[in-house]
């Protein structure tokens, strides 16, 4: 299920979907397509809805990742049950469900394939979390789930236990989504169906114990770019240019003809894109950079992302650390983010940047100011 | 223009022809047909795409041919279709390309009987009359002696399990793989089955059999050498778009991140293609001569431009089928570029023999490695667009004009017109080319959206300047090629000299407003036209035209790149146009993808 707009994650889904945001130099949604194939399934329906384009052109018929891949278009987002829907004409028989925006391990792919079932159960991978209440906490007995409880929040958690977000169904489950009713937002959520399905004790649950992550917030760019790059390894690409006296730390991945400038420190946790240029003195830690971006000579970047094609100017700090963030209306409080820098934003010299800073795409900054907070895009900040 | 295909293996034939075939119908698709050869010989032929060929559920045979046809003799009929047969249809021919003296060759087969208008039916008749059932290799080569003219052909027989293919001036690749042997006009065509391939030379008569390829040139045994294919055919899928042309306008900042892909330093200000031209070739060179047809023509008025401007060169361009090495010009001094996305342009490839004959030294500018533009010409540069199924070509147009630019920057800085200054600055803007045209697909909604306000005008035009112009020649081509629309372009200045006369409420224009394009004496233009009622599209990079357009489409801040840029607006906006009038877009009528006949 690729199909989401992703609207926590402004500025980065102006232009991608949330899926397609790229960590340690991959979208997202390549992890999870790359489990899946590894998992050894080899006919793989993207649910794509908005800015299809960026995930279509990525992924074309799939044979680069040896699987087929086919498109199911959800025109409009609503809900995880109708993007289920919309992949009806493409599946036959057994089927994996996975979110496109949540990076697992192939083995609880294969956990959810092999696990014993009968015709019509639908089978739920679940997972301990120390957040139980930001998703959908489930009640179990046996391998039977007996409820599921969808965002009850911090304190109205009734187990540890929660949805991983990975399904195994049948045909039959289309017949359950249909005879779900439409939420108060206008959804047809998927959880709705298993709501369903547990109460005639037809969901069988699978516990998986592996490593997940997934992005929810803008911060989780930079944490989850820190697990890939510590998963799946980091490394500097051939065609890249690190110039003399340059620093560049084990856990810090560089894309395709980028260039790292004299004396700049690359500490760990920094993804560079493809052609990403690196100043001299320039200064990167926990970091994401997408393809293209310029940091100038004696930046500092620290806990942010930059978007693609953005511009960094000299000796512009962005401080990073601890701060506290608005989002939607909710709250969120020392959370380790530097802040964003949309794609093509063009920072000018000697900008500070506060934490938590989110600036839109397209924004112009002049030399010299101060930002905080969130800028929308395509303004033009002046200093004060 | 046509596609051919062979296969003789242990497999079972037909859907390894037919699906080859689909992959070939790009080369053109009036009409197809496929030989089955078993015990016997099947022939099944039809006007019109691969799909309409009624076929067999199934087949045992494990050796056929297939074709898939352009006319160029003779109009798309059933019986015109290939594969071709002797009087007794024992013998199959497919071909691709032209024989000249067919008729005279017909003329002396007086006593067979012939069915179609074609010139290649002269061929199984030849080889009928030269066969006496034994060696058809031996056969093959004793009528390929006899044609003059342009050719791919393969050949088989009721009773030989085998195909005879020969080569002259028209494509031919043999594939060797594990369940039998390949031979088409593109690799495309089989590389489902195997990747190791071996290019035929003009001249080259290759024997096909399940487990081997024998090849001879003028009766002598030679050695092709098997290179491996590592490009990836099955691209050329349309991945989730309802079209390959959108798919690939959508593929351009990938494909021109590709084409930029290690071959510059901004920081230094150098640009290299590895070509290999000697510093002291380039720095007294007098003229580059460009030679290239329709969207190559037009990427090559735009290098010029550059060329000139930052190369300090003399430069022309020439329409291929129109070039004559004249008068005034020392050949020692003169490069000639050929630009040809194929590599297979027949009148490209003309013009290049032409100027190297001449004494020229020749540079091809392709997308297709082993084309024959790439390895006839002195010199190669791949513009690595990656492969294009769409007829209406969108991002080779892209990427040519950005190799032709990194050109600019490597001849230029050779010949010490260009300071280190100038050039890093025209690097970085070429670096930034595929970010702008990603942000240009961005906005698609808005092309679209002036596409369905303007989708039913009595014509378009197209007015640019300078860097401009060829963009707006171009964004004319592209409509007409796939919206069947009359669309032209025009020389901003050139209006009131007499196209302005066209202009009414129902034709709307289209102008490139951006810098490298003269927007401030385009804008009077725009004036000029929005006085007679007129709408106008602007692709804008020039804020003080707001006022003045009906709709304005931003374009990025990039430089004489800015057109470039804007172009994709056009690609947009004629295949939006082309839509919503229903048109085949991937497959124009009257139109192939390559031409490769003169």
Partial sequence: MAAGEGRRLEPLTNRRPKPMIPVGNQPVLEYVVEAVADAGIDDIVLVVGYKRDRIQTYFGDGNDWGVDVSYAVQEKQLGTGHAVLQAEPHVDGAFVVLNGDRIIEPGVVEQVIDAPREAGDAVMAVTRSKRPGDYGVVTTDGDRATDIAEKPGPHGSASEIINAGVYGFDDSVFAAIRACDVGPDGELAITSALDRLISRATVRCVRYRGQWVDLTHLWDVVSVNASVLDWFGAGIAETATVESGAVVADAVDVGGDARIGANAALRPNVTLGDNVVVGSNAVLSNAVVFPGAVIDDGAVVRDAVVGEDARVGPNTTVVGGDADVVVDGTYHEGVTFGGVLGDYADVGGGVLVEPGTRLGDDAIVESGATLTGAISPETEVRRG | ?598
Wanted: with cysteine; charged share 25%; glycine share 8%.
């Fill in chain 2, 1 to 598: 223009m046509c596609g051919i295909i062979g296969y003789v293996g242990t497999e079972r034939a037909l859907p390894v022809v037919a699906d080859g075939l689909h992959r070939l119908e790009y080369r053109g698709y009036d009409s197809a047909g496929i030989a089955l050869c078993a015990d016997s010989l099947s022939i099944y032929k039809s006007t019109g795409v691969v799909d309409d060929l009624t076929l067999p559920e199934s087949s045992a045979a494990t050796c056929a041919v297939g074709h898939t046809r352009w006319s160029t003799h003779g109009k798309p009929t059933d019986a015109n279709a290939h594969p071709h047969t002797d009087c007794h249809g024992e013998i199959a021919v497919v071909h691709n390309g032209i024989i000249d003296n067919y008729e005279s060759l017909k003329a002396e087969l007086a006593d067979h009987a012939f069915t179609s208008e074609t010139d290649t039916e002269v061929v199984p008749h030849l080889i009928e009359e030269a066969w006496n059932g034994g060696d058809l290799t031996a056969a093959v080569e004793s009528v390929v002696d006899r044609l003059d003219g342009s050719f791919a052909i393969c050949v088989t027989a009721e009773g030989c399990d085998e195909i005879v293919a020969a080569r002259r001036d028209s494509p031919l690749v043999v594939g060797h793989g594990e369940t039998g042997s390949f031979v088409a006009s593109d690799v495309p065509a089989f590389i489902e089955h195997t990747r190791r391939v071996s290019y035929l030379e003009n001249g080259d008569v290759a024997t096909l059999t399940p487990d081997d390829v024998a090849v001879t040139n003028g009766g002598d045994p030679v050695d092709r050498p098997v290179e491996t294919v590592t490009w990836d055919a099955e691209a050329a899928e349309k991945g989730g778009y309802d079209h390959y042309m959108l798919k690939e306008i959508h593929e351009q900042p990938q494909a021109l991140r590709q084409t930029l892909s290690g071959r510059l330093d901004a920081v230094n200000g150098e640009a290299d293609l590895d070509l290999d031209l000697p510093e002291e070739y380039v720095r007294p060179l007098e003229e580059i001569q460009i030679v290239a047809a329709g969207t190559s023509y037009h990427a090559g008025m735009y290098a010029r431009r550059l060329l000139e401007e930052y190369a300090d060169v003399r430069v022309s361009v020439e329409i291929a089928s129109e070039y004559e090495v004249t008068g005034g010009r020392d050949p020692e001094r003169t490069l000639a570029v050929a630009v040809t996305q194929s590599g297979e342009t027949a009148d490209t490839l003309d013009a290049m023999r032409k100027a190297s004959r001449a004494g020229a030294r020749t540079l091809a500018v392709t997308n297709t490695v082993g084309s024959t533009a790439a390895r006839e010409a002195n010199h190669t540069v791949y513009i690595r667009a990656g492969p294009e199924i769409g007829v209406a070509a969108t991002k080779t147009f892209a990427a040519q004009v950005v190799t032709l630019g990194l050109l600019t920057v490597e001849l230029g800085r050779e010949r010490r017109a260009l300071s280190t200054a100038m050039a890093s600055d025209l690097l970085e803007r070429l670096r930034d080319v595929p970010g702008a045209i990603q942000q240009t697909l961005d906005r698609e909604a808005a092309v679209r959206e002036a596409a369905e306000t303007y989708a039913d005008a009595d014509a378009f035009f197209f007015i640019g300047r300078r860097f401009g112009y060829p963009v707006a020649l171009e964004g004319a081509l592209k409509l007409k090629e796939i919206s069947y629309e009359h669309a032209e372009g025009f020389a901003g200045g050139e209006l009131k000299h007499g196209p302005l006369a066209l202009v009414t409420e129902e034709t709307p224009v289209l102008a490139v407003l951006t810098r490298g394009g003269e927007p401030s004496d385009l804008l009077n233009n725009v004036k000029e036209v929005e006085s007679r009622g007129a709408p106008v599209v602007g692709c804008s990079s020039l804020p003080s035209a707001s006022k003045y357009l009906d709709v304005e489409l931003e374009v990025e801040a990039l430089g004489v790149f800015e057109p470039l840029v804007a172009n994709v607006y056009l690609q947009l906006f004629a295949y939006h146009v082309a839509r919503l009038r229903g048109r085949s877009i991937d497959r124009p009528r009257n139109l192939a993808k390559s031409v490769t006949v003169k």
